[in-house]
């Protein structure tokens, strides 16, 4: 997907139980921002029980993240989308059938800057039930020529 106008979300709809033919999806967003916002994503519209740890790094300071039971997973937060800068966030989502949930790696570096975030999730959905992704902000809009790019690895 590439913007072709300014865009605060955009839904992927699989249409099938996407993790019957892929082990893993991964997506990728570039782009501009218009104002600072927290990049979130979402599945079927299930806004409730995602979980995830791990890491803001600043310039000079590192600080833990624990996101418990949000509606949403967040890939980056305002302290590191600012407004006018480029970022780069990448979600990698895989299936845990013996848990029945989805795990995630959530990364996201903003401008020339040092600052990034990781994190490692989880959502306690069955991944067969899987069929649509949206990705949003919190406020503002990233930029036309923004792209997502959605990949899967074939089982």
């Known amino acids: ?28 967003i570039k782009g501009l921002s218009t104002g600072a916002f927290e990049l979130r994503a ?18 000079t300071t590192r600080t833990t993240i624990n996101n418990n039971s949000l509606g949403y997973w967040v890939l980056g937060t305002t302290q590191v989308i600012l407004s006018g800068i480029e970022f780069l966030a990448t979600l990698e989502l895989v299936p845990i059938t013996s848990g029945n949930r989805v795990h995630a790696v959530l990364d996201c570096h903003g401008g020339q ?41 074939r089982k």
Do not use: C, M
């Open 113 to 153: 800057s040092a600052k990034h975030e990781h994190r490692l999730g989880y959502q306690n959905s069955l991944p067969e039930t899987i069929t649509s992704l949206k990705i949003s902000t919190s406020t503002s809009s990233w930029k036309v020529g923004t792209t997502i790019e959605v990949y899967g690895i």
């Open 1 to 28: 997907h590439k913007a072709e106008k300014a865009e605060s979300s955009k839904t992927f709809e699989f249409g099938d139980k996407i993790f019957d033919k892929y082990t893993r999806i991964i997506l990728e």
């Open 42 to 59: 979402i599945f079927n519209g299930n806004a409730s029980a995602y979980y995830a740890q791990g890491y803001q790094q600043t310039t």
